[in-house]
């Protein structure tokens, strides 16, 4: 269903349906039009629109299956996978933000159930919270954020390059190759979005905290401790 969902951001499926209407009997032919950008849409259909009525996930998974393969086995979509993949990752991969605007959730609000099923006892108290009366803005502490970051990658491109060791280097190659195959998996066979690259991409920043942490220990802690 996610790959699925993603053909159809992406465009692959109405180039697919386009091509094989008519050709093969597919249940998705008479929801063409209906298909939007957006993957969730497509997973979780408006009830009464015309993909609410394919009859769910199980239901559609033989039908699904069948466009998977003939999409990785034909070169024209498979070229337009490779290329809808490429973009996707960069894209992916600059979706760094740390904190997103929290979600106001009035008492109609789906979420907003759960809140009252497991936490009925401050059920009012989280109706006057900060974060249900949009009060809470996270753009100053993604500017400290990003301000870390930057200042730090800094300092350890100026002052631990000059005493680098290899481990140093395989370290980060391996954080930016984990950023990268993260990138790569979650905006191919889901979507593009912040909460999956910011979720991980806080290993880069508290590496530098950490090195730059122990430069300072091994340079002015550790020499103390030894005239001690």
Same mark, same amino acid.
């Given at each position: 269903?996610?790959?699925?969902?993603?053909?159809?951001?992406?465009?692959?499926?109405?180039?697919?349906?386009?091509?094989?209407?008519?050709?093969?009997?597919?249940?998705?032919?008479?929801?063409?039009?209906?298909?939007?950008?957006?993957?969730?849409d497509?997973?979780?259909?408006?009830?009464?629109?015309?993909?609410?009525?394919?009859g769910?996930?199980?239901?559609?998974?033989?039908?699904?299956?069948?466009?998977?393969?003939?999409? $990785?086995?034909?070169?024209? !979509?498979?070229?337009? +996978?490779?290329?809808?993949? /490429?973009?996707? @990752?960069?894209?992916?991969? %600059?979706?760094?933000?740390?904190?997103?605007?929290?979600?106001?959730?009035?008492?109609?609000?789906?979420?907003?159930?759960?809140?009252?099923?497991?936490?009925?006892?401050?059920?009012?108290?989280f109706?006057?919270?900060?974060?249900?009366?949009?009060?809470?803005?996270p753009?100053?502490?993604?500017?400290f954020?990003?301000?870390?970051?930057?200042?730090?990658?800094?300092?350890?491109?100026?002052?631990?390059?000059?005493?680098?060791?290899?481990?140093? $280097?395989?370290?980060?190659? !391996?954080?930016i190759? +984990?950023?990268?195959?993260? /990138?790569?998996? @979650?905006?191919v066979?889901? %979507?593009?979005?912040?909460?999956?690259?910011?979720?991980?991409?806080?290993?880069?920043?508290?590496?530098?905290?950490?090195?730059?942490?122990?430069?300072?220990?091994?340079?002015?802690?550790d020499?103390?401790?030894?005239r001690?």
């Amino acid at each position: 269903m996610f790959i699925v969902a993603k053909f159809a951001e992406s465009g692959i499926l109405n180039e697919y349906l386009n091509d094989s209407c008519g050709k093969k009997k597919l249940n998705l032919c008479a929801c063409k039009n209906d298909i939007t950008p957006y993957p969730w849409d497509f997973m979780w259909p408006q009830a009464g629109s015309s993909l609410s009525n394919l009859g769910g996930w199980e239901k559609c998974k033989p039908e699904f299956n069948m466009i998977i393969h003939d999409v $990785f086995t034909t070169p024209k !979509y498979t070229k337009m +996978f490779i290329e809808k993949a /490429a973009t996707s @990752t960069i894209r992916q991969l %600059t979706e760094i933000q740390d904190l997103g605007k929290p979600i106001n959730m009035p008492p109609g609000h789906l979420e907003r159930a759960f809140v009252k099923e497991y936490f009925d006892d401050e059920d009012k108290e989280f109706l006057r919270s900060k974060q249900n009366n949009d009060q809470i803005d996270p753009f100053i502490p993604n500017v400290f954020y990003y301000l870390f970051f930057a200042l730090s990658s800094i300092w350890i491109l100026l002052v631990c390059s000059q005493s680098a060791n290899k481990q140093i $280097f395989y370290l980060y190659l !391996y954080i930016i190759a +984990f950023l990268v195959v993260n /990138a790569f998996v @979650t905006s191919v066979f889901s %979507t593009v979005s912040g909460r999956f690259q910011a979720r991980i991409f806080w290993i880069l920043p508290a590496t530098n905290a950490i090195l730059i942490l122990k430069y300072f220990q091994k340079k002015y802690i550790d020499k103390i401790q030894l005239r001690d």
